[in-house]
């Protein structure tokens, strides 16, 4: 049967000028875009939980400072592989729905088996199992996203995005009444100092520090209840997404791949077989990408997010450590506020960039994100023992390093379509930056001294603005882009399909062909309606399906 080709969506448009119209997108999907904005915002909860509970969790498994390191780096890579492996099951073999619910439910019971570990070999096991949790959930959480709104994914990502650094921030408030924060790997005649205890007093009348037992200072520590108090959050997010995903799947609230996909759906429309479709959506073939250009353009937007997430991590993990060591007149315990700012700033910009993605273009946001982090970060190397200028520089920077890697993706997304490899690809990109560049600035911070911090994250920063000109230049070229036919830099005015070209009226309703879930049965929506294309390109049970 024929199929006329269709225009965008009436109902996703504004002032009939075919500019998107996010709040009807919301309207019909908020059940289940909330929903992966809890899943994420766990997801930032696990994430953040190690820096406050550190030596705590040293005094519960008797290991030193530099042992404890290694739970940072095995807790990432195993994110890393989580990734890798989410995005080639979901691929081949497992639905996109069932990966989430695997990783919302390992994450809240690892979480509460941590408390349990006694040894350090079984606190590492328990964190690598954590970690993959923690992979599967990124990439499964970024791809329904963007498989659900395609090109006019770029708001809904963002706030996805906050609920992470929103979760990140709000774990180490919940951790820190709980924590003792001393370290027990070295104690002097069996004793360790509660620097967070008030003096005691000896027999001459001078202050002494308060020491205790490493048993005594085990007891002490209740770090055990900011893991249950996490774990019983994460397990409430849990209970809710295994509700929506069940609403889901009996079609009772609506997840699905809307006709306000611009080229995205003109591909499907085209396709006259259920071979046609699955050649469509990459399923044939794991991490087969496709021409040179769209490969160009994976790989310069796998190093931008290496960058990104390598900087936020880095700075993240030593600006404490910087402080202390670098910035006079800071306080003790100050550095745990510069920490904490950091968070909330970061946290605030993701909140910010939710109303800004609905009238800016991904790419004029991503080119004020990186030049305020290299000013930022250049403020804060040339004046990097100032106290104000340690604060300024920092809030600065969480502001505008917030939303790069949401936007960078819904940039991508404009150039070319983001199935299950791509994204895949993407973030394990994104994991390998959080887990090797730490690891980098580590050793540089031994080796050279505290500023070398700063230089590294400033060429980090440098080199994103770099790898963002090449993007640019590649992805403007791209057929999908040349088809949306953007007509301003800056603002979101006007996404103009090669297809209605062909309409005297591009808002006319047409009939629309679609498959059906259980024979690809080809029917013809009536005159007067648009219908939804529905999940995973004609098939229900599709791991590609959004729900």
Not at 61 to 82: D, I, K, N, P
Not at 96 to 111: K, Q
Not at 210 to 236: G, P
């Amino acid at each position: 049967m024929a199929t006329t080709p269709t225009t965008f969506d009436p109902r996703v448009t504004e002032n009939g000028d075919n500019k998107p119209h996010f709040r009807v997108l919301l309207k019909e999907n908020w059940v289940s875009v909330m929903t992966d904005c809890l899943v994420f915002g766990s997801f930032g909860m696990g994430v953040a939980i190690l820096g406050p509970t550190l030596f705590d969790l040293g005094c519960q498994t008797s290991a030193s400072l530099r042992e404890l390191q290694w739970v940072f780096f095995v807790q990432l890579l195993l994110t890393l592989v989580g990734s890798v492996s989410a995005g080639c099951l979901a691929q081949r073999l497992v639905p996109v729905h069932v990966l989430m619910l695997i990783g919302m439910f390992g994450l809240p019971f690892t979480m509460l088996l941590v408390p349990a570990c006694t040894e350090f070999t079984e606190l590492l096991l328990n964190l690598m199992l954590m970690g993959w949790c923690m992979g599967c959930i990124d990439c499964v959480a970024n791809l329904r996203m963007i498989l659900r709104f395609g090109t006019n994914v770029s708001p809904f990502l963002q706030a996805m995005h906050f609920c992470y650094g929103l979760g990140a921030f709000i774990s180490p408030m919940i951790a820190a009444p709980f924590t003792l924060d001393v370290e027990c790997s070295q104690p002097v005649n069996g004793k360790v100092t509660l620097d967070t205890f008030e003096p005691t007093t000896n027999s001459s009348g001078a202050q002494v520090p308060t020491q205790v037992t490493v048993s005594r200072a085990q007891h002490l520590s209740h770090s055990e209840s900011a893991f249950f108090i996490l774990a019983s959050i994460q397990f409430l997010f849990t209970a809710i997404v295994i509700v929506v995903v069940i609403l889901e799947k009996k079609r009772i609230i609506f997840s699905g791949v809307t006709v306000s996909q611009s080229a995205s759906m003109t591909s499907v429309r085209e396709a006259t077989s259920e071979q046609d479709l699955r050649d469509i959506s990459g399923q044939t073939h794991c991490f087969c990408f496709g021409t040179r250009e769209i490969v160009v353009i994976i790989l310069i937007t796998s190093a931008s997010l290496f960058l990104y997430d390598g900087l936020q991590s880095s700075y993240a993990d030593y600006i404490y450590s910087f402080a202390v060591k670098n910035v006079n007149g800071l306080r003790k315990g100050e550095g745990a506020y510069l920490n904490a700012c950091f968070w909330g700033t970061f946290a605030l910009g993701r909140l910010i960039a939710i109303p800004c993605a609905t009238r800016l273009t991904a790419a004029f946001m991503l080119s004020c994100n990186l030049v305020g982090c290299i000013v930022a970060l250049f403020i804060t190397l040339i004046f990097r023992g100032n106290h104000a200028m340690a604060y300024f520089g920092t809030c600065v920077l969480g502001l505008f390093l917030s939303s790069m890697s949401p936007t960078i993706m819904s940039l991508t997304e404009l150039f070319i379509d983001i199935n299950a490899p791509i994204a895949s690809c993407l973030v394990v990109s994104a994991a390998l930056g959080e887990t090797l560049c730490p690891v980098i600035v580590g050793n540089l911070f031994v080796a050279t001294g505290p500023p070398s911090f700063l230089t590294f994250c400033t060429v980090l920063a440098v080199l994103s603005g770099l790898l963002y000109g090449a993007l640019y230049f590649f992805g403007r070229n791209t057929p999908k882009y040349r088809g949306l036919k953007s007509e301003s830099f800056i603002w979101i005015t006007r996404f103009e399909n090669q297809f209605q070209k062909e309409e005297s009226n591009p808002f006319r309703p047409v009939g629309v062909k679609y498959y059906s879930e259980k024979d690809l049965d080809t029917r013809t929506a009536p005159e007067g309606e648009v219908e939804n294309f529905p999940n995973n390109f004609g098939n229900c049970n599709s791991p590609y399906s959004p729900g």
